[in-house]
C-alpha cells in the first residue's frame, strides 16, 4: 500500500495553474514535514518544495521563482502544491514526499514516505 497517495495533476496550457494534493488520510502516521519533487523523462527527481510543520518553515528551488506553493491541511493530513503560471519546462512527474520524524529538505534521503507521482503536462 501506498502511503501517500497524489492527485491533480494532468494536461494544461501554459499561464495555467494547477493544484497537487498528496494526503495521508486514513493511514496511521502523522505527517511532520513534507515535500515535492519532480522528474522528467531522462533526468534525475529533483526538489521543488518543502515544508516543515515545526515554525511553518518553507522552502522552495530557485526554478520555481515565486510561481508555486506549498501548504498543509492538518486535519486532512494532507499536502497541497499550488503551481501558478505554468511553463512547459515545468512538465514533470510530481512526487510528494513526507517524514514522520526529522525535518524535511532539499535531500530526497530527507524523507521515508513517497508517493506514486502525478503527471503534469504543460502545452505551449
Known amino acids: 500500500q501506498v502511503p501517500l497517495v497524489e492527485s491533480g495533476g494532468g494536461l494544461v496550457q501554459a499561464g495555467d495553474s494547477l493544484r497537487l494534493s498528496c494526503s495521508a488520510s486514513?493511514?496511521?502516521?502523522?505527517?511532520?514535514?513534507a515535500g515535492w519533487f519532480r522528474q522528467s523523462p531522462g533526468k534525475e527527481r529533483v526538489f521543488v518544495a518543502y515544508?516543515?510543520?515545526?515554525?511553518?518553515?518553507?522552502c522552495y528551488a530557485a526554478a520555481i521563482g515565486g510561481r508555486f506553493t506549498i501548504s498543509r491541511d492538518n486535519a486532512a493530513n494532507t499536502v497541497y502544491l499550488q503551481m501558478n503560471s505554468l511553463k512547459p519546462e515545468d512538465a514533470a512527474v510530481y512526487y510528494c514526499?513526507?517524514?514522520?520524524?526529522?525535518?524535511?529538505?532539499?535531500?530526497?534521503?530527507?524523507?521515508?514516505?513517497w508517493g506514486q507521482g502525478t503527471q503534469v503536462n504543460v502545452s505551449s
Open positions: 514526499a513526507a517524514t514522520v520524524s526529522g525535518t524535511a529538505s532539499q535531500v530526497r534521503e530527507s524523507y521515508n514516505l
Open positions: 486514513g493511514r496511521t502516521f502523522i505527517i511532520l514535514a
Open positions: 515544508m516543515n510543520w515545526s515554525g511553518g518553515t518553507t
